[in-house]
Structure formats: C-alpha cells, structure tokens
C-alpha cells in the first residue's frame, strides 16, 4: 500500500548551470542543422570549464555546417545565458569543435530503404508520466522547482536584478496529505550573485520569487527557507565547476517523482528515441490524465536500434484508472503511429525548436505557435473520451 502522507524533494538548476550551458549549446547546435536539413542526424556533447568549450560528436547534415558555424552558436548561446565573466566569457572563451561524420553502421540501422521504414537510432527505454497535482499535469515539486528559477532568470534578464549572476539551483520539499500536496516543507535557493551583495540582501531578492510562485499560504517556515547555505556564491558557472552534456536527467523531467530509462535529450535528433520517444510517452501520458481516465499514469516504451516498432508499451494507472489499462494500451498504439518516423510526423520534431527545452524542464510547458514542445498538446482527449465513453 502506497504511503499517503509524506514529504518529497526535487530540485532544478537554471540555465546557467555548467551543465545547462552544455546542454544549450547542444541544442543550439542541433537547432543549426535541423534548420538547415530537417533530416540531419545530430549526436552531439558539450563540454565546459573555465574559459573552455568543447564540442564533440558525430553528424550528418549539410557541408554548410562547418566547424566555425558551430563555434558562433556556441558563443551566442552563451552570450544569451548571460556569461561576460573574466573566468568564463562567451567572446573570449576558447572553443574547440571535435565532431565527425555519423557512423554508417549506425546510419543503415536507421534510415529507411526499400521495404525498410525507419529504424530507432538506439536501444533503450523511455518513459512519460502526468499526474494531477498541477495544472500542466506536472509534480508539484519539479514544477515550482523549475518556477522559482525561471522567476529569478527573467528577473536578471529584464535587469529587474542586476545582482544576480546566470548560475542557479533550487530544490523544493513538499508536504503530502492523503497523497496531494499541501504546503512546501522546505525551499533551498542557491545563486550567484555579486562580491557587493550580502548573504542575507540575496536572501530578500529571493524570497518574493518563492512566495509568488508557491500557491499562496504554502510558503515555508523562515528556519526551513535556505538561500546561498554556504553564504557566498560570487563564482559560477562553468569557472566555477566544470558542465557536460546530458547530466540533469532528472531535472529535465519529473524530479524523480516519475521511473527514468537513463538516457539524455539535449544534443540529438529526433531519429534518438531517448529524446523522441520520452516525449511522445509524457504525451500519451498526459492525454490520459487529462481525459479523465487517470490521476495518474506511467508510461513506458521499449526499442531496439534499427527496429521501427516499440517492442513493448508499458501502461501503469497506479490504481487511479477508470478504464481497463490492456484497453487503454491498445487504444493508444491505435491512435498514434510509435515508430520513430510516426512521432517525429505527429509532433512536428524536424524543426529547430530544442534549445529552447534546454533549461527549467522539457515537460509541463506551453506549446509554440512554432511546433515547440508540441508534446505537451492535449489533442488526444477527444478522442479517448468518446473511446471510453
């Protein structure tokens, strides 16, 4: 029997975080080929320290896309987080670009021919998940989590705070009562700030961000509220601590409320089903929930490199379910085409919309007028409801 009354945690990192900033550039650059051939295939790492950048990887787009292409996204993608430090600058960093041609051992798994259509681009497992706890069908605690730093980002961005630097992290601890959400038992914020700046004169920048984005009355207790723990954070960012690709798996999904298969989003294309598939299951998952089927639902997809069709779809209501799950699996495979070449055609994802979704979650967002995070339409709920009417 689950628990129903307890305290759970997730954390987020803004997009100033060193792996965040590896992560945008990734996405940058998946966005550069995808604009140029919306058929491009893009496996593609960032490393960064200390006025250092390094790309490496294997593509296969246009020859358009050369190196010193890539250097300029880099740049501009830090410059737009906001990076002008003397340790880690997006004019003066050095940036190294050590990418090859895809494997065509990889690409004759992969791309269609003849009778072939085409294949995923790994093995692995992917998961989706939606739940009530939040209008975006989001856990509460990732959600706020995400919040809070976007709050403080447009804050810095606007100028609104010019004291605060790009770097990031929060972690919210929520109370649950009967198994919903009820107050936040804890919020820890760190950020960078300026050497003029006071441990506690950050601690007042942050709190309005905190209060307004929790529901109101969930605030925490002053002795629960931690803001910059170690008492200054002047140097971030990649000067600070070295970012790679592909090292917040969590944050970038449910904040450890949902299962994960492991694998990364940030610098590939849609032909990788650890990206692909993640997000045509969150959109199955969250269409059930929405419909009214479930409070709750886990779904899973399971491929093999070369191999169009899911080996397996896993469906988990938790006991929230007003239908048959068997059904309700079957019903989805019959809405939606699982292949890697149906979910890239249903959710539009051969566009330059990725690096967007580097920072603060690639679920619970609002889909783009531009195909952005079309995954998370609720364009199924029809459909279901008059399947389970």
């Not at 880099?74 to 880690?88: H, L, M, N, S």
């Not at 969930?218 to 002047?234: K, Q």
């Amino acid at each position: 029997m689950s628990r129903a009354d307890y305290l759970f945690t997730s954390e987020s990192v803004a997009e100033g975080h060193p792996d965040k900033v590896c992560d945008r550039i990734s996405d940058a650059i998946v966005d550069l080929f995808l604009t140029a051939d919306p058929l491009s295939r893009i496996a593609v790492e960032t490393l960064c320290t200390t006025n250092r950048i390094v790309i490496a990887g294997e593509v296969r787009g246009p020859r358009t896309m050369t190196a010193e292409r890539m250097t300029e996204t880099a740049r501009a993608a830090v410059k737009e987080i906001g990076y002008q430090q003397d340790g880690f600058h997006w004019q003066h960093a050095k940036v190294e670009v050590l990418v090859h041609e895809q494997s065509a051992d990889i690409a004759v798994g992969v791309d269609a021919s003849g009778n072939k259509d085409e294949g995923a681009g790994d093995q692995g497992i992917m998961f989706g998940y939606a739940c009530r706890e939040t209008k975006v069908l989001m856990p509460a605690p990732i959600h706020y989590a995400h919040n809070i730093l976007k709050s403080l980002a447009e804050a810095r961005h606007s100028g609104a705070e010019p004291g605060l630097g790009p770097d990031a992290k929060s972690q919210v601890t929520l109370r649950y009562v009967g198994g919903k959400p009820v107050s936040a038992h804890s919020v820890v914020v760190s950020t960078q700030h300026g050497a003029h700046l006071s441990q506690e004169e950050v601690r007042e920048i942050v709190r309005p961000h905190v209060v307004n984005v929790l529901p109101a009355g969930w605030m925490c207790s002053e002795e629960r509220f931690y803001v910059n723990p170690t008492g200054r954070f002047v140097i971030g960012g990649p000067d600070g601590d070295c970012g790679l690709t592909g090292r917040k798996i969590i944050v970038d999904t449910y904040g450890g409320a949902a299962p994960h298969g492991g694998g990364a989003f940030s610098g590939k294309d849609p032909s990788k089903v650890d990206r692909s598939a993640a997000y045509v299951a969150r959109y199955l998952a969250k269409n059930v929930v929405a419909s009214g089927l479930a409070d709750r639902c886990t779904i899973q997809l399971a491929y093999a490199i070369g191999v169009a069709e899911p080996l397996a779809l896993y469906l988990d209501t938790y006991g929230t379910g007003e239908v048959d799950e068997d059904r309700l699996s079957l019903k989805l495979r019959d809405l939606v085409n699982l292949t890697p070449r149906g979910i890239r055609e249903r959710l539009g994802l051969n566009r330059p919309i990725y690096a967007r979704t580097s920072a603060y979650g690639h679920f619970g967002r609002e889909p783009d007028p531009d195909g952005g995070f079309s995954w998370e339409r609720l364009d199924l709920v029809d459909q279901l409801r008059s399947a389970f009417a």
